[in-house]
Nanobody, 128 residues
Framework: QVQLVESGGGLVQAGGSLRLSCEAS????????MGWFRQAPGKEREFVAA????????YYADSVKGRFTISRDNAKSTVYLQMNSLKPEDTAVYHC?????????????????????WGQGTQVTVSS
């Protein structure tokens, strides 16, 4: 059974940092591109960042570019999201996701329908 478990969320002041982790129980983690999406109350789920199977390619939403960094450790079956200079508008539930059907195009990897496994999410709240 595939499980993605996020951790690292919490409450932080604007300008602060958080590091999210997502540990995956996938048979061969390096066969999966990984992504982070977020959903704020009353809003649709939106793409945040994604990383290719070996980590050679990384993709970011314009709203987080320069502030967030996605990385992965295939030996630990874990993907990370380092979030710096956080803003109140970053407040959301953050979900990690795994894409088993790749490699995906740079356009496809920003779409939630590309990913077939999802975690339950971790809450990030940024106070002003």
């Amino acid at each position: 059974q595939v499980q993605l478990v996020e951790s690292g969320g919490g409450l932080v002041q604007a300008g602060g940092s958080l590091r999210l982790s997502c540990e995956a129980s996938l048979r061969t983690f390096s066969n999966y591109a990984m992504g982070w999406f977020r959903q704020a109350p009353g809003k649709e789920r939106e793409f945040v960042a994604a990383i290719s199977r070996r980590g050679a390619s990384r993709y970011y939403a314009d709203s987080v570019k320069g502030r967030f960094t996605i990385s992965r450790d295939n030996a630990k079956s874990t993907v990370y999201l380092q979030m710096n200079s956080l803003k109140p508008e970053d407040t959301a539930v953050y979900h990690c996701a795994a894409d088993s059907r790749g490699p995906s195009t740079s356009a496809a990897i920003t779409q939630s329908r590309t990913f077939d496994y999802w975690g339950q999410g971790t809450q990030v709240t940024v106070s002003s």
